[in-house]
């Protein structure tokens, strides 16, 4: 299989027309492959006294018994590293996303792809990144701090899951991954970034920092991923992704692929200007709702919410589930009651910190947190499998994120339900949603077991150490001191 070898002109040589760049790709399908040219003789290429030595990643040893590869990663013609890789991990077969985007983008052609999360997206743009890099060798190391791939997503965790996978895939080969998210040591990652690597996946704000004091040079990105672009808009960020991607070579010399779940006039037209030629797939997100997963709505006083949702996890055995409220003031208070009844609980919002947000999922992972409590900023990047049930204790106010709040559960084809708990303010958010999923919702109300009396607390509240509450120090209140601001 050939890939798409990018345009690598001289420092004056001109960029090639759209008309060009086709016939280049026909052109290349026909030839061997090729190490790729060397890009410092270019205007954006790193000064020799930048470069560094460097030090490879060792790969893993391969396991001694790997399950068959399945007939639609065959046909694919992926390299024997990365085949071991989808093997270790147990893929058998390309998602509808996978199918539809990787003959393209495995030639080099730019993506715009509209795809819920939870389709399989993530390992479509890492599996075509991943390949470039093995068949097209470089014949001379970049520096430190210089990747050769940029992925870029709204949140951390989903960030850290991106990583994640990235690490997976790449556990055969000597590719160095790293992730780069603001709520880790600045310093820290700065200290980090003095080695090379090769694919930075990154928040926007902390990207943009270490590339403005020039820790990150992103002079020779070749593949560049935009991931959950939707998002990105609703949250503000898309005027520092403007100004990374201006930090990138032109569209012309690199492959892009952009990922939305929506695709709004505004996101149509970020995507004409960061694209070149991009070949456009649409994975419909109210097919992904409603296929995989099974929506009950309860009709439901405010008052007997919790009596309902702690119910509703002991009649059916719930031993991962995730719960979302719109507020963090909400989910601290509910996550609290949670655990003075008994329940192994965790909580996710934007004001725990990174450290801790990465240890609560491990524990929601590994299953020492059965229920989980979060909001939608910091629920948007959890990727854990095998979540069977997702319950809105508060519809939200975003039609989007009610979607990508069940998406959380029936991820990848896989079966899951989730419980929508509306009570008369909540009912001002249906119509919405319904519009957006273009299908009425059916409610009723919760069945009588549902809503027995609960038992008295099992135990008292626990001390709160998940976050570092405003105007406090980071070990807290301090017991006989005034409630100033700072002792004199």
């Known amino acids: 299989m050939s890939l798409l070898k990018r345009w690598f002109g001289g420092a004056t040589a001109p960029s090639p027309s759209s008309d060009q760049k086709k016939t280049q790709r026909a052109a290349s399908s026909k030839k061997p492959k090729a190490k790729r040219p060397d890009k410092r003789g270019s205007t954006n290429a790193e000064s020799p006294s930048k470069q560094t030595a460097t030090k490879k990643r060792e790969p893993q040893d391969t396991p001694e018994v790997l399950a068959p590869l399945g007939e639609d990663f065959r046909v694919l013609d992926l390299p024997e590293t990365l085949n071991r890789a989808i093997q270790t991990l147990g893929f058998q077969s390309c998602t509808p996303v ?89 310093e820290k990652q700065k200290k980090q970034l003095t080695s090379p690597v090769d694919i930075v996946v990154a928040t926007p704000g902390r990207l943009l920092d270490f590339c403005r004091s020039d820790v990150l040079r992103l002079s020779q990105v070749e593949m560049l991923v935009i991931d959950e672009a939707d998002r990105m808009l609703n949250m503000g960020f898309i005027p520092d992704v403007k100004a990374i991607i201006q ?78 409220v719109n507020r963090r003031d909400a989910t601290r208070k509910l996550e609290d009651r949670l655990f003075r009844q008994g329940y192994a609980t965790g909580l996710l919002t934007g004001e725990v910190t990174q450290k801790k947000r990465v240890r609560t999922l491990d524990e929601f992972k590994s299953g020492e947190i059965k229920v989980l409590v979060a909001t939608d900023v910091a629920g948007r990047g959890i990727h854990v499998d095998n979540i069977t049930h997702v319950v809105n204790f508060n519809l939200p106010e975003d039609p989007e994120d ?9 991820r990848a084809g896989a079966d899951g339900t989730s419980v929508s708990l509306i009570c008369e303010n909540d009912a001002f958010m249906l119509g919405s949603i319904e519009t957006m999923l273009g299908e009425p919702l059916v409610f009723e109300h919760p069945p009588e077991h549902l809503l027995v009396d609960l038992n008295a607390p099992t135990r008292g509240s626990r001390k709160q150490d998940l976050i570092t509450p405003t105007g406090e120090t980071k070990h807290g209140k301090r017991p006989g001191r005034p409630p100033t601001h700072r002792r004199r």
Not at 293 to 311: R, S
């Open 402 to 410: 009610y979607v990508h709040r069940i998406g959380r559960t029936g």
């Open 247 to 324: 930090r990138t070579p032109k569209k012309e010399r690199r492959q892009t692929q952009l990922f939305s779940a929506t695709f709004s006039e505004d996101i149509k037209r970020l995507a004409a200007r960061w694209t070149l030629d991009p070949v456009r797939i649409e994975i419909e997100p109210e097919k992904i709702a409603t296929d995989t997963v099974t929506q009950k709505l309860y009709l439901t006083a405010e008052e007997d919410k919790f009596k309902v949702l702690c119910n509703l996890i002991e009649s059916e055995e719930l031993d991962k589930v995730i719960v979302f």
């Open 98 to 186: 996978q199918k539809a985007v990787l003959p393209h983008s495995l030639d080099g052609e730019d993506i715009i792809a509209q795809a819920q999360t939870g389709t399989g997206k993530t390992a479509a743009f890492l599996i075509s990144m991943i390949t470039f890099h093995i068949e097209n060798p470089e014949q001379r190391a970049r520096g430190a701090g210089v990747p050769f791939g940029l992925i870029i997503a709204p949140t951390r965790e989903l960030v850290m899951q991106i990583a994640s996978d990235a690490e997976a895939l790449t556990r055969f080969t000597d590719l160095r991954v790293m992730a780069v998210v603001g709520g880790i040591d600045y």
